[in-house]
Structure formats: C-alpha cells, structure tokens
C-alpha cells in the first residue's frame, strides 16, 4: 500500500497544506479492489489502472462509480469530443504540476 501525496500551496503566507491518500497498487490489490480493477483493465485493453482511480481504492464501490462517471462526463462526445476532452485535462494537470 503506497500514499499518494497531494500538494497545494496558497500563497507565500500560508503554509503548504500536504494530503496523503491511501492507494491499493495493481499488484496489492485483493477482494473487490481487485475484481474492479481487473474489470477496469479488461474493458479497455489496458495493464496498469492510473493513480486518479486508485485514489479511490479505499472505497470501492465509489471508485466504481468514479469510473462510471468518468466514462460517462470525460470518454464520451458530447459537446466536446472525447480528444478535446484530454487534451483540455492533460493541460489542467501540467497547469497544476500534477503528474496524472
């Protein structure tokens, strides 16, 4: 088990607030974080679940809601294409210095 840590800092004057989250790795997982991630894997034809998703880990039966969410709002065209979509997310996160 890791802890994935969120940084933010406000300004100069406030401290520098530091979230850690517990995640499951791919290889850790066990039960229905496991049986989640395997059907994560196996509906998109990929090998390591990313680390937004295992934010979630904790709580399973959210992280499946997540999912479907996130393949609902953010994998789907609407009135954004699916492409615009990540592209637009992809510079959020660089934005942020986030490294999803």
């Known amino acids: 088990m890791r802890y ?5 800092e406000q300004s100069a004057d406030k401290e ?6 517990r995640i499951i790795g791919d290889t850790e997982a066990v039960g229905e974080v496991a ?3 395997e059907e994560w894997r ?3 034809e990929r ?3 990313p680390n937004i998703l295992k934010c979630f880990s904790a709580r399973p039966e959210f992280l499946r809601q997540v999912i479907a969410l996130s393949d609902t709002v ?3 065209d ?3 294409t699916r492409r615009v979509k990540e592209a637009i997310a992809c510079y959020v996160s660089a934005l942020n210095q986030c490294p999803y």
Not at 4 to 8: A, G, I, L
Not at 16 to 21: E, L, Y
């Open 47 to 49: 090998t390591i679940v």
């Open 16 to 21: 520098r607030q530091v979230t850690n989250i």
């Open 42 to 44: 196996a509906l998109r």
């Open 4 to 8: 994935w840590c969120v940084h933010s």
């Open 78 to 80: 609407g009135h954004l």
């Open 74 to 76: 953010h994998f789907s």
């Open 35 to 37: 049986k989640v991630y």
